[in-house]
């Protein structure tokens, strides 16, 4: 077992550093924020993510957890590092790397010899060898060596995805390194890639935009779908089967968002105009998840009979999608940013946004799914939520004013809806 310092403990640090913990290391994860680390190792996890705070508490009472303050003292004795900072996205579209800068900076000095460190978080080509340059010239060891080892977690399944990936993925041009990491992953049952650096860096990028521009493809044929009354839930069905498309992200709806593929995407269109290639396709796919926000905002704007000022409007969901709290960059939010304008009354319930949510301008954050509803005109599913499925219709449609539905996320069953009474607007069908 290899001991394993994690820098930063956000979704993917956090993640990275339990699960690693989980498979035997010994493993101290870094934070910047002292209340965070404190919470931390009294077993109080900040974010919402399934079993994560089971491995966190398993961890702190095994003794192959814990959670120091910095970067410093959680790499030192290491003999693997991860940063996991964030690489939000700069004001010219590409990552601002100045987290994963501080950090290479700040860990140099105290790497122990030989140490591996592993870069996780989202970075354009190129950054695995700046890394290296930033540590070598801030008085890093000689004998360090350094890797691209791209993450590719989703929020809310975060957990099983570490521990049960699709594959590993390990960017090096050290072979001896290369193995040294796919030793460190031997509780892992996937398939190992090791490769070079950049083709490491561009798999991640390539992964997650190729996911988005599948999601814009089906909200694209469900957009003809409603033109010509075919349901795209049959199509996508009919799709599905053939194992070359497969049933995965075909699932139409407000569009993507979150923390990754908007800022992934934006992050790719700028490598790819710096290099001299003008990528339509994704510009394209990008181009079509703006516009469907628009289309939903449509939708409502016709369930409310042609305008907004003035109209009652519930929200159900607002997160970037269900069985996480993260907001950022949700199409729930965007969205009703956009009625909130138009001059639209919104009452939302979200079963897991909470303070963050409070904060919305343009809107009243309700405790309740019924209470969002009462004496509204339409009600707007936005994020899929199980939770909203169950619920009892007859008494959703008793108190509104009209019994409206925009079903964005295509949750509920049009013909029971309408069965209640509903007039209902799904996506594509
Ligand atoms: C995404 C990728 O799926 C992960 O593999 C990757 O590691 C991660 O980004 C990252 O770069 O860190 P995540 O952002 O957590 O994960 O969420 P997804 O489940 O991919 O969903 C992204 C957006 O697409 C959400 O707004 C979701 O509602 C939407 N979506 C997804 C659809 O509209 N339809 C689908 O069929 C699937």
């Known amino acids: 077992m290899s001991s394993v310092g994690v820098v930063g403990a956000g979704y ?4 990275t550093a339990a699960c690693l913990a989980h498979l035997g290391h010994d493993v101290v994860c870094g934070d910047l924020d002292a209340d965070r680390v404190r ?16 491995l966190v508490v398993e961890g702190l009472g095994s003794g192959r957890l814990r959670f120091a303050l910095g970067a410093a003292a ?11 900072v964030a690489t939000p996205q700069g004001s010219d579209g590409q990552a601002d790397l100045s987290a994963i800068d501080t950090a290479a900076r700040e860990i140099a000095p105290v790497l122990a010899p030989a140490s591996v460190v592993l870069n996780k978080s989202t970075v354009p080509v190129g950054t695995t060898e700046r890394v290296d340059r930033i540590m070598r010239e801030a008085g890093a060891v000689t004998d360090i060596g350094v890797a691209s080892n791209p993450e590719f977690l989703r929020e809310g399944t975060a957990v099983r995805d570490f521990l049960h990936p699709s594959r590993v993925v390990i960017g090096t041009d050290d072979s001896a390194v290369g193995v040294r990491i796919s030793e460190l992953y031997a509780g892992v049952n996937a398939p190992v ?61 407000p569009g993507w968002g979150g923390s990754c593929f908007p ?6 269109l700028r490598t790819a105009d710096e290099a001299g ?69 919104l009452r939302a319930y979200d079963p897991s946004a909470g303070d963050a949510a409070a904060g919305l301008p343009g809107l009243e954050v309700v ?37 409206e539905v925009v ?23």
């Open 263 to 268: 800022k992934d995407t934006a992050a790719l």
């Open 74 to 84: 959680a790499v030192t004795d290491a003999e693997f590092v991860f940063l996991c």
């Open 277 to 345: 290639y003008d990528f339509a396709l994704l510009r394209g796919a990008v181009t079509a998840n703006d516009e469907q926000r628009d289309r939903m905002v449509t939708k409502v704007r016709d369930a409310c009979g042609g305008t907004l000022a003035g109209a009652r409007v519930a929200i159900w969901g607002l997160t970037f999608k269900a069985n996480t709290d993260d907001l950022r960059d949700s199409p729930a939010v965007a969205i009703a940013a956009i009625l909130a304008e138009e001059g639209a009354v």
């Open 407 to 429: 079903d964005a996320r295509n949750l509920l069953d049009p013909a029971a809806m309408r069965h209640i009474g509903f007039t209902y607007r799904g996506v594509g069908r």
């Open 193 to 253: 890639l090791v490769t070079d650096p950049a083709s490491a860096e561009m798999i991640k990028y390539a992964s997650n935009a190729f996911l988005a521009t599948k999601i814009s493809f089906v909200n694209a044929i469900a957009n003809v779908c409603e033109a010509v009354n075919a349901d795209v839930r049959e199509v996508v069905l009919g799709m599905g089967y053939d194992p070359r498309i497969g049933f995965e992200f075909l699932h139409p709806g």
């Open 367 to 403: 405790a309740d799914a019924y209470e969002a509803c009462t004496d509204a005109q339409v009600l707007v599913v936005l994020t899929e939520w199980d939770e909203f499925r169950w619920l009892d219709f007859e008494r959703v449609a008793a108190s509104m004013s009209r019994a």
């Open 39 to 54: 919470t931390l190792n009294q077993g109080e996890i900040p974010i919402l993510e399934e079993g994560l705070d089971d």
């Open 12 to 15: 993917v640090g956090l993640t």
